[in-house]
């Protein structure tokens, strides 16, 4: 066994930022995970929605071990093989036709921001309007903690990023209320299912009917699917569920399986908006990211990831009620809630 890990409530030297459990995780091997001292655990966070693949998987590590020895990062400079690869995969599981790379989710969606308001400038609109949503989340930047829907990320940060209209969940009355008569609306953007704000699911009704609004008025529709992507609801992207396509999709999290990626997916209306010089990063779409990228999507496809995704989130459900049977009875555990692998529990706790 090894020493006494080291973990302390508040490290003296890393920025005290999280809330964190006293856990020091040494290594891990598919969906398990054991700790310094040498105690397993079912890893059922996987890494917030990251390891797509679970632990050390016997096809991805020996492939980012042979991107490792060849490039790990070149620079956007240079043609990126597998950017090309990478894209074409994204767009024919999509539906849609160009990708933007970058590193992280907030990222991702810092582009589809930068997306939405060039095409309102491109349009003449000159103070673009986005709708965004109650409860959502897209990330800590000063424009996406701005996006998002909760007030204690945003305390302490302003003044906020203006151009956001904020409406509720599943009510398209509230939304054409909120956008009647404002040229200003350039894009709808939202989580097909909340993941931090507590899994709350967009309607398939709903979903329609917001993807037939942006096509009569002429707006973007940007589904965030950084944390719903990559086949954890059981379909590759949760929108597909509700047969839509948008306009532009930003992604991450489980497109790398722990290798930082991100991505921006456009269809027609948004690929060309950006153009050279309009938007860059360092590392996005770097050789080993996009070594990552292309093994996560080939193993998930050979494995039947997205099957597995439907047949053991609908056992882990099934599970998740009966065992809390009494407290569902009681009220005190209010909801189960979800698709395939997202799964949330409501009680009153938590909530209350
Ligand atoms: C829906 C959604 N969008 C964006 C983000 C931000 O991603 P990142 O933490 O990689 O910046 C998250 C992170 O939890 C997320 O759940």
């Not at 020493?3 to 598919?30: C, D, K, W």
Request: aromatic fraction near 6%.
């Amino acid at each position: 066994m090894s020493a006494a890990p080291f973990i302390e409530a508040a490290s003296p030297h890393v920025m005290n930022t999280y809330g964190r459990v006293p856990i020091a995780l040494s290594h891990g091997q598919g969906c398990r995970v054991w700790d310094v001292n040498g105690k397993q655990y079912l890893d059922a966070l996987g890494g917030i929605a990251v390891n797509t693949l679970g632990h050390n998987h016997p096809k991805l590590v020996p492939a980012l071990q042979d991107q490792l020895s060849k490039l790990i990062h070149t620079s956007n400079y240079y043609h990126v093989p597998n950017q090309e690869v990478l894209a074409k995969k994204l767009v024919e599981l999509s539906g849609m036709t160009n990708v933007f790379f970058c590193s992280t989710g907030l990222e991702a969606n810092e582009a589809a921001l930068k997306l939405a308001r060039k095409f309102g400038h491109d349009k003449g609109i000159e103070r673009p309007e986005i709708v965004v949503y109650e409860k959502a989340f897209h990330g800590r930047s000063i424009a996406t903690l701005s996006a998002t829907g909760n007030p204690k990320i945003q305390a302490g940060f302003g003044p906020l990023v203006e151009g956001f209209i904020r409406v509720p969940l599943n009510n398209m009355d509230s939304l054409r209320a909120a956008t009647a008569n404002n040229p200003n609306v350039v894009a709808v953007f939202f989580e097909a299912i909340q993941g931090e704000g507590g899994i709350h699911a967009m309607h398939p009704d709903y979903l329609r009917a917001v993807r037939q609004l942006c096509d009569e008025r002429n707006w973007l529709l940007m589904i965030d699917e950084v944390q719903c992507g990559m086949g954890r609801t059981g379909k590759w992207f949760a929108h597909q569920w509700a047969g839509i396509t948008p306009d532009v999709m930003p992604l991450a999290k489980g497109l790398g399986s722990g290798v930082p990626i991100g991505a921006v997916v456009a269809g027609p209306k948004a690929a060309n908006i950006f153009q050279v010089g309009n938007h860059g990063t360092t590392f996005g779409g770097n050789p080993l990211a996009m070594r990552a990228g292309v093994e996560t999507i080939r193993i998930m496809e050979e494995e039947g990831l997205l099957v597995n995704a439907t047949q053991v989130g609908a056992h882990l459900a099934g599970a998740l009620a009966q065992a809390l049977k009494t407290e569902l009875a009681s009220g005190s555990v209010k909801e189960i809630r979800g698709q395939g692998l997202m799964l949330g529990i409501e009680d009153l706790i938590a909530f209350g």
